[in-house]
């Protein structure tokens, strides 16, 4: 069983639970590292027929934490574990062999490889905006590349926490994958043990936190952060097309979403129809046929009253600043319910701007050239996503060429993140390190070079010392020619 004390008079007892585990883990790491591509395959399938024996647990549990609709916990939970499990089944093999690599000339008679081998005993955190999906897609790297876990889940979602604890204590013994619940003191206790690895996913405040103290045991470390994500719509934009797609990108799962759009850039020109179309996408999309977004059972709530009015603050700052409410600024504080929101007339001194938000509310800022744009973004962190929305190349290679970000999609948002043969992962502030199908194999595991030489004279022998005046010839004919 996977069980840490949670009671107040069991807190002084988790460290020493922790450290247990983890030596356990530490203890059986070099009998997973032996394990084939068939019974690493084998352990994939196991905890994919897991999803889908208890899909409706995986529904209730989202839904309790923070009412996410059904069929979101399908699209956004389950469906991106199976689509990681399927793809690194069917490539594990390939990804284990090693990779042979050229020989320069002046290592004539050698041979060079690629060997994969697992890095140990790896933490993975979660956060809490995709609870299962951003705990177990990095554990099925882990799985792949032959490594043992501790998988520490949010406590901020604590139904879906407890489910990952009870499908981890089913399929897996804790000297392999392990869960350890708990809360910030939890997360303290596993970061002060010296890990091969640590995978985590949240905020750049938190990350530089986990740095930190991966740095004091020279941890490898993937960091999956955020930041502020632009989308920019240009004068060419198909601006009905757009709308739904930003809207989508927007304000599933109530905007908790770390690659979702951040602010809107749009040329001047389409702002008053793009700002029509985003409303009426929003009635569309979240409405429905309820009488209300409010009574939708296709919207999702804030996670909890903390960061409900955190986004309360973002709106009241922003209106006072000169800010205008376009569409939504409804707030039912009793359900942590806060409207898809538009805000125009946005400057770049508010709050809203100044800080990811994490939340259903989407500043709307206008250009009239596309430099104005790149200039911005470059003035500020580099975001994990950027979206364009244009039918002209130019415009599209000129913001590609003039910004940095750690994803890009055109004429789409999101979904570069589903695309399992692309890696997934940001760029200084927005993350460090690549997830997802192999490059999610390559972060867990340690690529070993290996050079194998024949036995006896070899050509590089002809440049030892000591060094004659022969010797030196060769050695000015080698630096020359080779």
């Given at each position: ?14 460290t020493?639970?922790l ?13 997973i590292?032996?394990?084939?591509a068939?019974?690493?395959i084998?352990?994939?399938?196991r ?50 062999k ?22 140990g ?40 926490s ?11 013994n ?10 910030a ?19 750049p405040q ?16 993937t ?38 759009p ?28 309820a009488?209300?977004i ?22 009241s700052?922003a ?49 009239e ?25 130019k ?42 199908g192999h ?23 002809m ?14 004919l ?5």
């Open positions: 069983m996977n069980v840490l004390p949670t009671s107040i008079s069991e807190k002084s007892n988790f020493d639970t450290t247990k585990i983890f030596e356990k883990q530490r203890a059986h790491k070099d009998y590292r032996q394990t084939t068939s019974q690493r084998e352990k994939l399938h905890l994919k027929n897991w999803l889908f024996t208890n899909r409706v647990l995986i529904h209730e549990a989202l839904y309790d934490d923070f009412r996410k609709p059904a069929a979101e916990v399908d699209s956004t939970e389950i469906y991106p574990v199976k689509a990681e499990i399927d793809h690194t089944t069917a490539h594990l093999r390939q990804w284990m090693p990779t042979k690599v050229a020989t320069p000339i002046a290592l004539l008679g050698s041979s060079s490889y690629i060997q994969y081998e697992p890095k005993v790896s933490l993975i955190m979660a956060p809490w905006n995709f609870p299962f999906n951003l705990a177990i897609v990095p554990l099925v790297s882990a799985i792949a590349a032959g490594c043992c876990a501790i998988v520490k889940p949010s406590e901020m979602t604590p139904t879906t407890a489910l990952i604890k009870k499908m981890i204590g089913e399929l897996f804790e000297n392999e994958v392990a869960v350890a619940e708990g809360d003191e939890v997360a303290q206790a596993l970061l002060r043990l010296p890990f091969d690895h640590i995978f985590f996913t949240g905020s938190i990350g530089k936190i986990v740095m930190k103290a991966a740095a004091e045991n020279l941890t490898s470390v960091l999956e952060l955020g930041g502020k994500s632009p989308v920019v719509v240009d004068q060419t934009a198909d601006i009905a097309d757009a709308a739904e797609k930003i809207v989508w990108g927007k304000f599933m799962n109530a905007g908790q979403i770390c690659v979702s951040d602010y809107l850039f749009v040329h001047k020109s389409k702002e008053a129809e793009l700002v029509q179309a985003l409303k009426n996408a929003i009635q569309k999309l979240f409405a429905g046929n009488s209300s409010a009574n939708s059972p296709d919207y999702a709530r804030i996670v909890n009253a903390l960061h409900r009015k955190r986004l309360q603050n973002l709106i700052d209106v006072q600043k000169g800010a205008q409410v376009a569409a939504g600024g409804e707030i039912l504080e009793d359900e942590n319910y806060i409207a898809p929101t538009l805000l125009t007339r946005v400057n770049a001194y508010m709050q809203v701007m100044q800080e990811e938000i994490f939340g259903p509310v989407l500043p709307i800022l206008t250009f050239e596309l430099e104005q744009v790149t200039n911005f973004i470059k003035l500020r962190d580099k975001p994990l996503a950027l979206y364009v929305f244009s039918q002209s190349n415009n599209t290679d000129f913001i590609l060429n003039n910004t940095s970000s750690g994803g890009v999609c055109i004429n789409e948002c999101v979904l570069h993140y589903t695309n399992p043969h692309l890696p997934f992962g940001g760029v200084n502030t927005s993350g460090i390190g690549k997830a997802h490059y999610g194999f390559l972060d867990f595991s340690n690529q070993k070079a290996v050079l194998k030489q024949r036995t006896g004279f070899t050509s590089i022998k440049i030892y010392p000591p060094y004659t005046d022969k010797v030196k010839r060769l050695v000015k080698f630096v020359r020619w080779f």
